[in-house]
């Protein structure tokens, strides 16, 4: 009896550390990275356009003043949902189930250089259903924060810009 009741402490333990541990990584994905450039607010801002634009993000604003960079959700489609009609040999036909990811990027300098970057990864993905086939284009879809995704193009970002300082 008492090794059942251990393996029960033991089972709710590790499920305890383990359920934690995410909040945690979320946590730090919403928070931006920050880094010390040790240049001027104009140059660390003409690095930080020079890399997003060439990464495909298009530009929403600049603000030399205030030192932000932002710019509009850049979307890669992953993935379109198909379904085969016809007899073998058939045809493909698009159910409009699209798999989207959105990545949000925003940047902020300081007048002492420092550096601070926001970046948000998504997973959206359009419903599968018949109203895709016969034209409709505005139908709702889900979209959930992706952290992992966010924590690797945070790193990714910060070695980019790193790179050209």
């Excluded at 419903?127 to 959930?144: D, F, H, V, W, Y």
């Amino acid at each position: 009896m008492k090794d059942r009741y251990k393996l029960i402490v033991w089972i709710f333990a590790i499920f305890a550390l383990v359920s934690c541990a995410t909040p945690q990584q979320a946590k730090k994905a919403t928070e931006p990275a920050s880094i010390s450039t040790g240049k001027s607010k104009a140059e660390v801002i003409a690095i930080v356009v020079d890399v997003v634009v060439n990464e495909g993000f298009s530009i929403d604003n600049i603000n030399e003043k205030y030192g932000l960079v932002t710019c509009k959700p850049m979307q890669i489609l992953t993935g379109e949902l198909m379904t085969k009609v016809g007899e073998p040999g058939g045809g493909w036909i698009s159910t409009n189930g699209k798999m989207y990811h959105s990545i949000e990027f925003s940047a902020m300098v300081n007048s002492n250089g420092i550096l601070k970057i926001k970046i948000a990864a998504y997973d959206e993905k359009a419903p599968e259903n018949l109203a895709g086939m016969i034209g409709q284009t505005n139908m709702k879809t889900t979209r959930s924060f992706d952290t992992f995704r966010t924590l690797k193009l945070q790193k990714y970002y910060l070695n980019q810009i790193k790179g050209r300082l």
